[in-house]
């Protein structure tokens, strides 16, 4: 039919799981269609500028709007959602004989966290 949008290729729901536990695996640099290859180097990190001290307040407000966007949506989140960010969460801590990353240690623990907060503003099931 002209003008008709082709519909996007389905992927299965645990396939979605697994590649995005599978971002994980490599620390800082995978993206949407897996690791990305090769690094930053000097020469193009020289060329970043450094952020100035309003942007640094700036990022840090918009970082504290996201989380508590993520805690109001993880409050209205099912138990199954919920356990698949405490799955998510031990899948990218430190496993046995892998490198200890101390941001991704931190990005997991702050993850559970997260899951912890939106516990306070859940709605209880009348008993």
């Known amino acids: 039919m002209p003008g008709k949008e082709p519909e996007p290729d389905f992927v299965d ?10 971002r994980w695996d490599t620390e800082g640099g995978a993206g949407p269609s897996g690791p990305q290859k090769g690094s930053v180097s000097g020469d193009m990190q020289s060329e970043i ?3 100035t001290n309003a942007e640094l307040v700036q990022l840090r407000i918009r970082v504290i ?4 966007l993520v805690i109001a949506l993880l409050a209205e989140s099912s138990d199954r959602q919920l356990g698949l960010v405490r799955e998510m969460a031990a899948y990218i801590s430190p496993r046995s004989g892998s490198a200890h990353h101390p941001l991704t240690i931190q990005a997991a623990a702050q993850m559970v966290d997260l899951v912890e907060r939106a516990g306070q503003f859940r709605i209880k099931a009348p008993s």
């Open 13 to 22: 729901p645990s396939q979605q799981h697994q590649m995005a536990l599978s």
């Open 49 to 51: 500028p450094h952020l």
């Open 65 to 68: 709007a996201i989380e508590n």
